[in-house]
């Protein structure tokens, strides 16, 4: 199926520094989510964008969903040692149907070092 | 929030043999079921989506007969790996859509780990 493009893929960073991650698509979506998932778990849904140009926080977590629709940025401020993990962009087209589906990102492997 | 469960976590099997997976919604109903399949260091792929009462659509090079999908009630989907080989080694997730949240919620299970020796 087709995948977003999600930047950079992996990241080692300090304690205490802020993150940024990006997902660009060739197509519109009219949803993006932000996701993490922990080895051996499943996804868990962090942030989710419902308007062109909305920008919303959640704790240390800021995302905005781009005002051509075709893109999203994570960021996140202050890091800590829980938020290793891999993070995943995602897109969705609309409420119903085959639209629901989401279209996931390729993923960021976020390290934080002590 | 909603809570997706599966059921096994994980599971080792021969080669040959089939392996059900149960995917349940624990405090919502679900008319609509998401598997997924996840290899190391990748994204998720969609494979199909459950539809309670009805037949699941696959996704393009999913194998139906292969994958068998049965979402008989609108808390329980069910996944089966019909004679399971190496390659079918992966993660499979469900997620579960939930009517009380907006319309792009979806919940995911933690995840079932398939060894196929």
Redesign the interface.
Do not use: D, H, W
């Given at each position: 199926?087709q995948?977003l493009n999600q930047s950079p893929q992996s990241m080692f960073i300090q304690e205490g520094e802020d993150v940024s991650m990006n997902c660009t698509s060739s197509s519109i979506f009219n949803?993006w989510?932000w996701?993490k998932q922990d080895p051996?778990?499943?996804?868990?849904?962090l942030i989710?964008l419902?308007k062109a140009g909305e920008l919303t926080s959640n704790g240390r977590l800021t995302a905005q969903f781009g005002i051509t629709r075709k893109d999203s940025f994570l960021n996140i401020s202050a890091s800590i040692p829980s938020d290793v993990g891999i993070y995943?962009c995602a897109g969705?087209l609309?409420?119903?149907g085959?639209a629901?589906?989401?279209t996931?990102?390729?993923?960021t492997?976020l390290t934080v070092l002590p | 929030g909603a809570v997706?469960s599966?059921h096994p976590s994980r599971v080792i099997c021969k080669s040959g043999t089939s392996v059900k997976i149960e995917c349940r919604s624990l405090d919502f109903q679900a008319t609509?079921m998401?598997w997924y399949r996840q290899f190391p260091?990748?994204?998720?792929?969609?494979m199909a989506?459950s539809n309670e009462g009805s037949k699941a659509?696959y996704?393009?090079g999913v194998e139906k007969d292969k994958f068998l999908i049965n979402h008989a009630s609108l808390t329980l989907s069910t996944l089966t790996v019909t004679s399971a080989h190496p390659e079918d080694s992966s993660?499979y997730?469900c997620?579960a859509?939930s009517p009380s949240g907006?319309?792009?919620?979806?919940?995911?299970?933690?995840?079932t780990?398939l060894t196929v020796l």
């Open positions: 199926g995948q949803t989510l996701y051996g778990e499943g996804p868990v849904l989710a419902y995943f969705q609309g409420p119903s085959s629901r589906q989401l996931f990102g390729s993923g492997q | 997706v599966q609509t998401f260091k990748q994204s998720l792929m969609l989506t659509t996704e393009q993660f997730i997620s859509r907006r319309f792009n919620e979806q919940f995911f299970g933690p995840g780990r």
